[in-house]
């Protein structure tokens, strides 16, 4: 693991990342979800041998801390940044949920997206009616009542993270998807409840490309077998673009 200091928008960040096989030519680079970090990507460290894989704590996340309140466009200005401060071409960037965003917005040569945030789905009823106790408690001044009504998304985070999560949590990204022009590979689990598979379907209709379903919930790629069929699905385009 290391830490590199860099400067986006007139603001510092340490972000932290590891290399593996640094001497290869290709870059395949990971991005983890909300709430997570570089370490649950790792487990694609076997299958791109012939890749240097660059993991990264996105800030907030991991060993990358962050006093902002950011926005997706944020993130992936300061990814960028880091990526540029390193030499890394934007090979191969694989983005699972809200790291599909950010992995999105960096136009990478081609973006493989794991259950991607973006689409925004109808708010079950409970879910309404939980973000509707808590705004008028607010408004009543009970704001301090607010760990017993926020997501466990960000249930012990901190009040900017907090701020942030809200930035990002229900950002429609369908034009973002729609103008995108690089190649794109989607998968989605059939049991994810978090980016259920009628997102996954929109988000073909909108990148106008396929979309491979995989058995599993939101973290299907921490099955063995779908880590092998993601490997093969990403070798096979870039067979078939060589």
């Known amino acids: 693991m ?8 007139n603001k510092k960040f340490d972000i932290s990342y590891e290399i593996i096989n640094p001497d290869r ?8 979800g909300w709430g997570s970090n570089k370490e649950v990507m790792k487990v694609f460290a076997p ?6 894989q660059i993991y990264i704590d996105m800030p907030g996340f991991g060993k990358s801390p962050n006093s902002y309140v950011l926005t997706t466009q944020d993130y992936a200005k ?9 030499n890394i071409s934007k090979d191969i ?4 949920s809200f790291g599909g965003k950010v992995a999105t917005l960096l136009k990478p040569k081609l973006l493989v997206l794991l259950a991607s945030a973006g689409i925004v789905m109808p708010k079950p009823f409970k879910v309404k009616a939980k973000i509707k106790l808590f705004k008028i408690l607010k408004k009543l001044g009970l704001s301090k009542f607010r760990e017993f009504f926020v ?8 009040e900017n993270m907090y701020e942030t999560f809200k930035n990002v949590v229900d950002e429609d990204f369908s034009e973002v998807f729609k103008n995108y022009k690089g190649d794109v ?9 978090a980016v259920p598979p009628q997102a996954v379907k929109k988000q073909g209709e909108l990148f106008k490309n396929k979309i491979i379903m995989l058995n599993g919930n939101h973290y299907f790629f921490l099955e063995e077998n779908n880590r092998k069929t993601i490997q093969k699905e990403i070798e096979k385009l870039l067979n078939f673009k060589n």
């Open 2 to 9: 290391a830490i590199r200091e860099i400067e986006a928008n």
């Open 78 to 86: 300061i990814i960028d940044e880091f990526l540029k401060a390193l």
């Open 151 to 158: 997501s466990d998304d960000v249930k012990g985070m901190s």
């Open 185 to 193: 590979l989607i998968f989605g689990g059939d049991r994810d409840t």
């Open 47 to 52: 299958y791109f041998r012939n890749y240097k």
């Open 25 to 32: 030519e290709k870059n395949i680079i990971f991005l983890h």
């Open 93 to 96: 960037v694989v983005g699972h």
